[in-house]
């Protein structure tokens, strides 16, 4: 029988139903991950989350491969520490203060000062980084909101190019604000636009959601496209890479993300 394998094309906005309709980098990190298809994968934090999900919409469709890159580097980032909140939060509201207009700098600078004096407390806390489930609800409103009006003030700050690159930067540093409360290096996996991966091969396969008692599907790469694939000639479009070069190479670059995703401890 031969194999089906959907060539998914990279990036777009908003949700898809499956890889057939494309993708957006939330949905490109859960193929990554090899959890379900969906726009709140379970291994990134759900404050990235708002943030990826908010940039991939703002950003032009020219533009929109940039983030394309910083899709792996999201996994493993679904921790229960509470600063992860206040820091990310902190990162966009920063980010758009430095290119507000001055009717909006006092209201950044207000949520600016919130989100500090959150990261403060939850850096007294004695055993640590734990709360239960239903700990700062009211505060993680706040930061969803903060996060949302920031980014949105920040994509209106300046012309259109300006403002991808803007908002591809404060997504790479709300990264580093996870991976900075983990204790690991920061990262710069920006890659020129005409090296921005464009479309990648997926294939099917059946998982065990934690938790539940039944299968459900959900999406991987894949190496090579069989010869038998029924999209297996939209793999090779006329003066391209084949698809299968280009998932080789960006399966190699990566390795060491999708490798501390799988091994993180911090990862939900």
């Known amino acids: 029988m031969a194999t089906s394998v959907i060539v998914m094309e990279l990036l777009g906005r908003g949700v898809h139903a499956n890889p057939h309709r494309g ?24 404050a990235l989350a708002d943030v990826a999900d908010m940039v991939n919409d703002q950003m032009t469709d020219d533009n929109r491969q940039l983030l394309a890159p910083l899709a792996p580097w999201l996994l493993g980032t679904g921790t229960a520490d509470l600063r992860a909140w206040p820091a990310i939060a902190g990162a966009c509201i ?15 600078k207000t949520d600016l000062d919130t989100a ?21 609800r009211r505060e993680r409103r706040w ?3 903060s996060i949302s009006t920031a980014l949105l003030t920040l994509a209106a700050s300046a012309d259109q190019d300006d403002a991808d690159a803007m908002l591809c ?26 090296d921005c991966p464009q479309r990648l091969a997926v294939e099917r396969h059946m998982m065990w959601p934690l938790g539940c008692d039944w299968m459900e599907v959900g999406y991987r790469p894949v190496r090579t496209i069989p010869p038998g694939s029924t999209d297996a000639a939209q793999a090779q479009p006329g003066g391209e890479k084949t698809e299968s ?16 995703a799988r091994c993180n401890g911090h990862t939900s």
Do not use: I, K
């Not at 193929?31 to 291994?43: D, F, K, M, Q, T």
């Not at 996870?178 to 690991?184: D, K, N, S, T």
């Open 23 to 46: 993708c957006n980098v939330l949905e490109y990190a859960s193929v990554l991950a090899g959890e379900r298809w969906s726009s709140r994968p379970r291994s990134v934090h759900p």
């Open 94 to 108: 920063r980010a758009a203060l430095a290119w507000a207009s001055e009717p909006d700098q006092p209201r950044l």
């Open 116 to 136: 500090r004096n959150w990261l403060a407390e939850a850096n007294r806390l004695p055993d640590g980084r734990r709360q239960p489930p239903w700990a700062g």
């Open 143 to 145: 930061a969803r909101h």
């Open 169 to 194: 930067q404060v997504l790479l540093d709300c990264v580093n604000e996870c991976r900075r409360l983990a204790g690991e290096s920061a990262v710069d996996p920006r890659l020129p636009l005409a």
């Open 245 to 260: 070069t280009a998932v080789s190479r960006l399966r190699g670059s990566l390795a060491l993300p999708l490798s501390r």
